[in-house]
């Protein structure tokens, strides 16, 4: 009875007889915006004494009632009531503030509506408010109406964002993802427009700089060998192991002389596969340290990454930085599970090799060191990073 | 001011939309958009998913595999892509980039050179509190045991698959998944007997259960007491497993597999729709036997509306003595298979359906085997009409129709009765025309009760 009441007087606002003040102060505590706002009007219409004040300037009886929209350009359009609800932005101005019922009190909308795009959100609202419509209707009218072009198409996106009209933001967002789908990446730049603005090297520096430095591979060489001789006299006896922080300051010696240099292009696919596939050969004839060895086998794999990250680190860009930064944690995260296997004494050794290495290496360029100091604040050159691997150390843990 | 005429109008897009609309490609699509300009370069990482799937990328044996002189073509390692990484290294390179931003899907297919640790590794970072979706397909070389993690640190958790070689051990102390409405357990191993029913405890609101038991090499039981479940596909694969199901709430229930030991259904009172493709050991000697448990079976399915049985099932059904089906009295919907000729237990089976609606006959082509053609049905249509054919039946559709005797006969029956019949769709084999125009000769002799009726032949 109540329902059909309000519904009645909501289109034929004359008749409202029916209806009184308890139903109408009921109809204000709904969840739904859209009715509340309704009601909120017919009290205004037929309550006068409860009428607030914007709202009591322009009421008039009339079967169609407008909301008037000022678009950031200043242009004033006036559009019907239901369909200008439909926006959550506009329903929730229109409650609040009580603005969009006269042309003086328009409501403006945001910077990214502008006339055009207003009005195709505006059909858009326009048929999906109608109840009626089944869901497959809704999907063709879908179709048709996201064809335009890539430009428009962003407007939309924008537009409809600002209004906070999820729905139509859904189906925008899926059909610009549909537009870069299965294209290569020059034809999504030219699609969009987007300038080309990264070099070559970073550019191809997510996974293939990996390879490109001798020295690193040299390093990696060391450290597989290494590795595998401490593997097989760990094979001998039981050991325990302390905490060791040894790997993290190896992992700080890597960053000290990879300067992101000229890497060798030499192809180094081949080489880097042997290894690879002996260590896993390796791997499978010994299965009882199975789990360890992928320990060792994954902390390699990441510090070829953490290398090939800080090569190309010629352009000290904010993002080398920080992925650099974010990046050492993970790996010291697999080095406490690998240090907790290793005996003291090998680390001793392992770490002794590094450092002459490392020195090796440092006597050849310390140009290029000097060049390091000024632009990080990250890499010492010594080999007493502690401190600060430390630091990395204890928030890994604490992530975890 | 010179104003280009070529705006890059997506870049003007906050973040946040940039990444909703990566959302709908694939993670791989989405990490490619990172060379595209400097501003996307790490766009990508907003999007609150990941899926890593092996099979989005090309693999081609690394070279050293190459080179070998016995090239084993069932090889599980050494596959690269062909610019030389391994599927690890990028899944790697991925994780580390995003920078551990709010994860709320993840789904992991990897069925070659999976290795334990680099899964753990992966799953252990992925296990957040943000985290709604999460699905691993993999065939590790070791068990994988699932970290105790996921059971204590996923309040969020809505949908959970494990398919693949996966050690399910909850710890007693588990928080549970107060959220998880989806649950597919595939091909996994349970660490105790009582592990699988304290997984269960877990998911107080579950909805949709899908499992499928392997061979245990033990007895175990699977008591399925979950008074929300709307949902549950059933494969059993195991010979020694039992089933308990209670479930007031089962909408749907599926179940393949064997029957060998008693399923126990109690509490299906809401069923709509049931499935079923019950397999026969063939070497099974005791039919009768097999056929009576399935007849237990489908007498606990009394009450649904829809009833699909395959080929299997009912050859089951032929081999039970007395066979004496209950009634259906809501059955509206009723899909039935079967081999090469019509089962002897479709009139009855269609006497105790008196609401029946549509009525659909499936040949099932990948029967093994060959019996010879059946004389026609012995069937007393004269004597007891069933009452569906009479009232309620509106669709009939048979596929692999073959024109045979009691095919045709059935049909006849059929036209006969149907006073308020439709729609009778016959798809047939690919037979010759002479065949097709004998058949649709002999189909348009018969009398038809309906006036309505019409007859679709492809």
Redo the contacts between chains.
Sequence with gaps: MFWKALKKSLYHPNKVKSLNKGHLLFALSLPCFYWRCKVQFLINLHCPCQMSEGAMAVVKPEMKSYIWLQTADGSIQQVEEEVAMFCPMICREVIQTGTGSSKNYAISLPQRVNPAILGLILDYCRFHQVPGRSNKERKTFDEKFIRMD??RL??L??AA?SLQLKPL?DLT??A???I???KT?EE??ET???????TEE??LE???N??DDPRIRLLNRLYARKRKELKEREKLKNVEVEEERVDDRSVDDLLSFINGGDGDTKGT??N???K??RR?KDQSKDSCL??EM??L??AC??GE?NNG?LASASTSSK?QD??AV??SP?LDF?DVDIDDDLDPAMKEELDREVEDFARRLNSVWPERMQELFQGRKLVPINLNGNSSMSRYTSTSLD?? | MVRNK?????????DH?VS??????TTK?AV???????????LWTLVPSLDLDEDEFEWIL????QNRKKKKWDDW??W?CP????F???V??I???R??YPLQKFYLNLLYDC????VD?WV?TAITSDLEELTLNICPN?PFDIPSTLFNYCKTLVDLRLYGNIIVDPPPSSLGFPSLKILHLLGVQYANHDSFSRFLTCCPILEYLCLEVIEMGEECNFIITLPTLKRLDFNMQDFLSRLEINAPALQYLEFVGFLHKVVLLENLSNLVQAVLFVSHDSEENDNEDYGNRVMDFIRALYNVKSLHLDSFTTECLCNVPEFDPPMFHNLAFFNFGFHSSIPHVLPLLLQRAPQLAVLTLNRDKSHLHSTSEQESLKWNFYEYVPKCLSSHLTAFQFKGFKGQKDELELIGHILQMARILKTMTLSSDPSTEKEKIRVLKELVMFPRHSSTCQITFH
């Design positions: 890539t430009k962003c407007e996106t924008s964002d933001v967002s899926r610009l993802a549909r870069i789908e299965g990446p999504i730049r969009f427009h987007l300038p080309d603005d990264l970073e550019k997510p996974l293939r990996i390879t696919r081949t880097k596969n042997k690879k596939n896993r199975n789990n992928h320990d086998h994954s794999h990441d990454g990250l993002l920080s992925a974010t990046f993970k697999d992530q975890r | 070529k705006r890059d109008r997506i870049s003007n897009l906050p939309l909703h609309i990566l959302s709908f490609l699509e490619a958009t990172s060379i595209l300009s400097s501003r996307w370069k790490t690394s070279d050293e595999k390692d050494g690269v610019s030389g990484f391994t690890v290294q990028i790697s390179k994780w580390a980039l920078n551990a290795d334990t640790i680099h590794k252990s070791l």
